[in-house]
């Protein structure tokens, strides 16, 4: 091919890296002949999928000939009346991050601005660049958001504002007050993303609701999943909550059957499968306690988190326990593109995962941390 492709491509896009998710269990296994592999890197639910929306999927499967309904019309009305608010005020994704890369193109080109924290969600500076826009990263506090920092970096151009709450990969959180002090500092020309994909999970009772403040900030738009607590990652689905002049606007650019059939059906019934969700949470609860007691065994540090993830400190660079860990069968997550090139975040497994998980850490720490 004669032609410069490259140079086609919008500048952003030139400037960007592929989004590199988790190494997957097939490939692993392909790679070191490996049978048994337990991969805690994508903070996937460990219990597998509801049966529950698996069987309402499998249901769901006989209309694959038809496109869905564009609309989401019963998933949004189920969801308004669980969540409290209008079926208007929901705009439904392929997953919570296409959400996201909405959000920027709608609101987001050359000449503007958005802000969000170091060691924050990597699809934030992805979908900012793809968008021609200017990212302002502020610098994270103990792992986490600064929101007066934040506040104070808004300038005349910025249009978005993103935060994970709880924050993915540290697993901190910000508090009620921390939120509602930072909204009131924000100019109403500027939207706030709280993005809330591991919420089910912070059962903390100084965590913010974010749907509670959209009534007083009409800029707030709230993004969530049924990827993580509700299972159903492979399906993506996801959804965001905001004014429905913002979800009018986001609907625009929404590409036409974004959400696929099975994926809203089983989101439907896995709405209604509340023992599943309880059993996530005490699976999550215990393996998070399991984990951080064998990380204080090996005097590793490791930061709090109220995810179903916990990011834990080496005393050497990070990636050589990685590759060790992969030799044992074990995937987690590396996390030097966060500028945490320490770290490893683990996702929360079952008991037995998260056994195996400790034990081959004590033996990578030794293998990989030699020089």
Known sequence: MTCDVFALANVGVQGLHPYQPGKPIEELQR?????????????????????????????????????????????????????????????????????????????????????????????????VQAAGARAIITPAKNWGHDLVAMAAAIEPDTKVVFIANPNNPTGNYLDSDAVSAFLAKVPERVIVVLDEAYVEFAEVDDFPDGLGFLAQYPNVIVTRTFSKAYGLAGLRIGYGISSPEITDLLNRVRAPFNVNIPAMSAALAVLDDHDYLRRSRQVNSAGMAQLCAGFNELGLAYIPSVGNFVAVELPCDALPVYQALLREGVIVRPVGVYQMPKHLRVSIGLEHENARFLIALRKSIDEGCLD
């Open 31 to 127: 790679e070191l002949g490996l049978d048994n592999v337990v991969k805690l890197a994508s903070n996937e639910n460990p219990l597998g999928p509801s049966s529950v929306a698996m069987a309402a999927a499998q249901t769901a499967l006989k209309q694959m000939h038809l496109y869905p309904d564009a609309s989401g019309f019963e998933l949004k009305k189920k969801l308004a009346a669980k969540l409290g608010v209008t079926a208007k005020q929901f705009t439904l994704g392929n997953g919570s991050n296409d959400v996201l890369d909405l959000i920027a193109r709608t609101f987001l080109s050359a000449g503007s601005s958005a802000v969000f924290s170091q060691h924050a969600f990597i699809v934030y500076p992805i979908a």
